[in-house]
């Protein structure tokens, strides 16, 4: 069996997924989301893939231009960069034993044009398909569905990748009234 697995959402799931307030202000609406499985036979505690997290985020920008971006950590300084390459160098740097990555900023000119975050659902296994999963999330101003699709595809094949589950969603978030109250008093 393939270990290397994932599950894509385009959009978001109702009552669970929330665009964040940066994103937009900055008319990224578009959301991919990317749930990189934790479990691995070799490893007794959930496993960081951080080659296939590098890999899944460089298909979800192939379509955005920038010329920098930040790295913005909860409990560290942010690192800025000015490439693909530069961020990934720095990436592979990290120590992925605490991920306390908040989200990463891209932009051209000034401007962001792509924003992402990670959420951890390992220590609370989480609703599907986000259970116990590394999730990375991806926010656009615009997506190609068709085309993207057909890269992760073949992406999937070129790098023995198994895709478990790909999910369309709502493309705006939607939550019930009992969902934002509770929400906005947690």
């Given at each position: 069996m393939n270990e290397r697995s994932f599950a894509?959402?385009?959009?978001?799931?109702?009552?669970?997924?929330?665009?964040?307030?940066?994103?937009?202000?900055?008319?990224?609406?578009q959301r991919v989301?990317?749930?990189?499985d934790s479990a691995r036979s070799f490893s007794p505690s959930m496993f960081f893939?951080?080659?296939?997290?590098?890999l899944l985020l460089e298909w979800g920008l192939a379509d955005v231009s920038?010329?920098?971006?930040?790295?913005?950590?909860?409990?560290?300084?942010?690192?800025?960069?000015?490439?693909?390459?530069?961020f990934a160098n720095k990436f592979r740097q990290l120590d992925t034993s605490d991920l306390d990555l908040q989200s990463i900023e891209f932009a051209l000119a000034g401007s962001l044009v792509a924003l992402a975050e990670m959420?951890?659902?390992?220590?609370?296994g989480g609703p599907h398909p986000y259970q116990?999963?590394?999730?990375?999330?991806v926010y656009l101003p615009s997506f190609d569905r068709e085309a993207s699709q057909d890269r992760l595809f073949?992406?999937?094949?070129?790098?023995?990748?198994?895709?478990?589950?790909?999910?369309?969603?709502?493309?705006?978030?939607?939550?019930?009234?009992?969902?934002?109250?509770?929400?906005?008093?947690?």
């Open positions: 894509v959402v385009f959009g978001y799931l109702r009552n669970i997924d929330n665009l964040p307030r940066l994103a937009a202000r900055s008319h990224l609406t989301a990317f749930a990189l893939d951080r080659e296939l997290f590098l920038f010329d920098s971006g930040r790295l913005v950590r909860k409990e560290e300084e942010s690192m800025s960069f000015a490439s693909w390459e530069e959420t951890c659902f390992t220590a609370v116990d999963t590394f999730t990375l999330a073949a992406a999937c094949a070129r790098h023995r990748l198994f895709l478990r589950d790909l999910i369309t969603a709502s493309p705006v978030p939607k939550s019930s009234p009992w969902h934002r109250l509770r929400r906005f008093f947690t």
